[in-house]
């Protein structure tokens, strides 16, 4: 059997590395299992890679992403069952990510496709066998929220929120590169937080000042014109595919983000898949305060992501906003952000709302 690690691109391995310098091997047993296999189809990027709005390094997975916060969770606790839960956090995700969630209308919370991660994990008769093995129980691995290091409410800094920032900005927006993510990870310890739970925190606020002000550029390109366009005619297209039965609710649970294009791209009906392909070829998007005739216009509200950290300020633990005054501002501007009431694609196209005659 192949080592999935070895066949990833090499900065994503040198990555890895400085997650976990000693690459606990007891986990690939797990990431090799069907379940999580398949994830290796899924973008990180929510669709942005087939749109020509982006010019994205590589494809980073979100197996990858599930990896890279296993690693950072193990790397702080050495606990095999922190650590599972945030292998298994994602393991419920559907192809397209998060543009389910705004096809399923929750791209406020984007919180709507979590809820079969303890099925998926049961169901996996592989993951199951290693469990009673290990003598690791269901309930302890199947919801990465019991374990703070893994998550934490918002805007607290996470393994899940670490992972996704420093690999996005490697392979979506190149914001740093590998001297400094290890520069960054290696100036974090584990501190009590306000509320006496353990949370990853800088020793040094200079770094913590530095990361953020980095990660605001991330933040603002999740959240801009062209990301949520993409994503909700990601959504309309899928949803289309499958109120047409082309495709089902099953198959985004089975198949690749390619294996679906191209259901899309060979489906009998032409309107969709030449809808499909003038989104592949589309290189701007349309903006406006009115709604948009005779073009695809939307009109949506996406997650606002942030992270304040904690950090060490003379022998003090507070967050960044309360050290640096510069942070603060950039915080609070970008959480300000007023987005475009109306965006589109300068081509027609109408989603199938209900099943096409």
């Given at each position: ?13 040198a ?16 990431i ?15 669709g942005?890679?087939?749109?020509k ?9 979100t197996?990858d992403?599930s990896i ?37 209308d ?10 079969m991660t ?6 996996s ?5 290693l ?7 269901l309930?302890e691995v199947?919801?990465?929220?019991l ?7 918002t ?12 690999s996005?900005?490697l ?7 590998l ?22 925190a ?13 990660s ?18 990601i ?14 609710i ?6 690749s983000e390619?294996e679906?294009i ?11 898949k030449e ?9 701007s998007i ?18 606002k ?5 904690l ?18 501002t950039l915080i ?6 007023k987005?475009t ?9 109408q ?7």
């Amino acid at each position: 059997m192949l080592n999935y690690i070895d066949q990833l691109h090499p900065e994503i391995q040198a990555y890895f590395k400085i997650l976990a310098p000693e690459f606990p091997k007891w986990l690939l047993e797990y990431i090799h299992t069907p379940a999580m296999k398949r994830l290796a189809g899924i973008s990180m990027n929510c669709g942005t890679d087939y749109s020509k709005l982006f010019n994205i390094n590589y494809f980073y997975s979100t197996l990858d992403h599930s990896i890279g916060v296993a690693l950072i969770i193990w790397h702080f606790t050495h606990d095999k069952k922190q650590t599972l839960a945030g292998l298994f956090h994602d393991i419920a995700t559907p192809a397209f990510k998060h543009c389910i969630d705004f096809m399923n209308d929750d791209a406020l919370k984007q919180e709507s496709t979590e809820a079969m991660t303890s099925d998926i994990i049961k169901n996996s008769s592989e993951i199951m066998t290693l469990l009673n093995r290990d003598q690791i129980k269901l309930s302890e691995v199947d919801n990465y929220h019991l374990y703070p290091i893994a998550d934490n409410d918002t805007p607290r800094l996470s393994a899940d929120r670490f992972e996704y920032t420093f690999s996005s900005g490697l392979a979506f927006l190149r914001i740093w590169d590998l001297n400094m993510i290890e520069q960054i990870y290696n100036n974090i310890i584990i501190i009590k937080n306000e509320e006496n739970q353990d949370e990853l925190a800088f020793m040094d606020w200079k770094l913590s000042e530095h990361y953020i002000q980095s990660s605001v550029e991330l933040w603002k390109t999740w959240i801009s014109d062209e990301d949520r366009t993409v994503m909700q005619f990601i959504a309309d297209i899928v949803k289309s595919m499958i109120n047409s039965q082309y495709l089902t609710i099953d198959d985004l649970y089975s198949l690749s983000e390619i294996e679906i294009i191209d259901r899309i791209l060979n489906c009998p009906d032409q309107y969709l898949k030449e809808s499909f392909r003038n989104f592949l070829h589309t290189t701007s998007i349309i903006k406006s305060n009115q709604p948009i005739q005779d073009k695809y216009c939307i009109s949506v509200v996406a997650k606002k992501r942030y992270i304040t950290p904690l950090c060490i300020y003379h022998a003090q633990t507070l967050r960044i906003d309360k050290i640096s005054p510069k942070t603060a501002t950039l915080i609070k501007n970008y959480l300000n952000t007023k987005s475009t009431r109306y965006t589109g694609f300068n081509f027609p196209f109408q989603p199938y709302k209900e099943l096409a005659k």
